[in-house]
């Protein structure tokens, strides 16, 4: 069955700086892959996706995470941190990339941004 | 940019008591999804639903909970009787007609259900 790990329930960092948010799966078969994210009183929003296609993979406002299949990992980074990434986010895995199939998310990391 | 709705926004119940959370889907969408977080957990898997049958549900989804679609436009959970842990938020989500962005779930903002 497959799982995912979040590392970290609570990431903070300054403007400007690096954002890595930790991520590890578990799964018998390739996996597909999620990050959501979450602003306050909204729902989950898909920021990025991957569907065993590249391994590096672009997502909306800068962020970008990369399957690396021997770590079983798929982390989320984006270069400098804006005051408005301050949110939730979550990892997600499906063991098929097709509508009507179950994801299961992480915990989720808090991501806070100081000024 | 269409968008999934959810109503209502919180909804206080008492033990015993039958609730039903309100979905309005993205309107082309086919695939319909619910998720509950509890508080400081995982959001869980409930339930999808296809051409008005389930297509799959988690063991959470028990005889307690049911899916519909009574209409167009609108699909609902129905807890028919609520117990204290039934207490979560509660996501709807939808997915796009079959294509390479099928498998991409689009979510509500969530019911917060309180029993007490």
């Known amino acids: 069955a497959q799982s995912v790990t979040q590392l970290g329930s609570h990431v903070s960092v300054s403007e400007g700086a690096l954002v890595l948010l930790r991520c590890n799966y578990s799964?018998?078969?390739?996996?597909?892959l999620f990050w959501y994210v979450q602003y306050p009183n909204q729902g989950l929003q898909l920021l990025l996706k991957y569907t065993s296609a590249a391994t590096l993979v672009k997502g909306i406002n800068g962020f970008e995470a990369e399957f690396k299949k021997s770590e079983t990992s798929f982390h989320l980074t984006k270069p400098s941190a804006h005051m408005s990434d301050a949110a939730e986010y979550f990892c997600?895995?499906?063991?098929?990339?097709?509508?009507?199939?179950?994801?299961?998310f992480g915990k989720g990391t808090t991501l806070s941004v100081s000024s | 940019e269409p968008e999934v709705t959810q109503t209502p926004s919180h909804q206080v119940t008492q033990m015993g008591q039958e609730v039903i959370l309100r979905c309005v889907p993205i309107s082309n969408h086919l695939y319909f999804y619910w998720y509950r977080q509890i508080l400081g957990q995982k959001v869980e898997f409930l339930v999808s639903f296809y051409n008005n049958e389930i297509s799959e549900k988690s063991e959470i989804f028990d005889d307690q909970f049911s899916v519909e679609r009574p209409d167009g436009s609108n699909f609902t959970l129905k807890i028919r009787s609520t117990k204290l842990e039934d207490s979560a938020m509660y996501f709807c989500?939808?997915?796009?007609?079959?294509?390479?962005?099928?498998?991409?779930?689009?979510f509500g903002p969530g019911t917060r259900l309180t029993v007490t």
């Open positions: 997600a895995v499906s063991d098929e990339a097709q509508a009507g199939t179950a994801l299961i």
């Open positions: 799964s018998s078969v390739p996996p597909y």
């Open positions: 989500a939808s997915s796009p007609p079959a294509g390479d962005r099928s498998y991409e779930q689009y």
